[in-house]
């Protein structure tokens, strides 16, 4: 079966825009989420929205990072007026609920450039 | 929230058994122990978790100490697709706080 997909894989923007960060779950799954990884400092929860709601969770570090849910198992998580330190692979991964195992996709590696 | 401590970086030789260590010596009574592991250019994959007795699954066995203070992660037989990052995370019921600390990068020798 279909796991977690996201995209683009890559991504490069320039510091001050927008991006937006694509996430396809899995069907069924109602937890979805949002990490951020980088180097040396491992993976947080950025946000996370639960199964009715297009509302997001935390919106941590910052209110720059959003997410929607504008279908069951699709997800965007938007960043506005991108920083250089944005530079990280964002991690999108779903569930069945809260405390079940999470599934993870590949991830966005994003750039500030 | 309680952290875990795990090695930098581990090797093992191929078809032999794997203890991969972690403590947790601030653990809580809540606090379920949960394994994830992250191949190259892969997000994190689920292993394994547990509460307080030890726990066995296709992939792998976890076997936590009676005060749960630590924990050993056991791969029965190591492949070379074993080789990856291997993070364990103290997550308390319901909460979805789930962090990824450094990990222990395994090694897998042929």
């Known amino acids: 079966g279909a796991g977690v997909s996201q995209s683009p894989r890559y991504k490069v923007a320039k510091r001050g825009r927008d991006v937006a960060l694509r996430c396809d779950s899995i069907s069924g799954h109602v937890t979805l989420y949002w990490y951020r990884q980088t180097l040396g400092q491992g993976s947080e929860v950025l946000t996370y929205s639960q199964s009715d709601a297009q509302r997001d969770k935390s919106g941590r570090p910052s209110g720059r990072f959003s997410a929607e849910r504008p279908e069951r198992s699709v997800s965007t998580l938007k960043i506005q007026r991108t920083e250089q330190g944005d530079s990280a692979v964002y991690l999108c991964?779903?569930?069945?609920?809260?405390?079940?195992?999470?599934?993870f996709g590949p991830g966005t590696r994003l750039t500030v450039t | 929230d309680a952290k875990t401590t795990q090695p930098n970086s581990m090797e093992s030789n191929e078809e032999e058994p794997v203890h991969l260590p972690c403590n947790h010596s601030t653990i809580s009574g809540t606090d379920y122990i949960h394994w994830y592991r992250q191949l190259p250019s892969q997000g994190p994959e689920y292993v394994i978790h547990g509460l307080t007795s030890n726990v066995n699954n296709r992939m792998a066995s976890l076997a936590i100490a009676e005060d749960r203070k630590s924990s050993t992660l056991i791969l029965h037989r190591a492949t070379l697709r074993d080789a990856a990052v291997y993070y364990c995370i103290l997550r308390r019921y319901n909460n979805n706080d789930m962090r990824f600390g450094a990990g222990t990068r395994l090694t897998v020798k042929p």
């Open positions: 991964a779903s569930s069945q609920g809260l405390s079940y195992e999470q599934y």
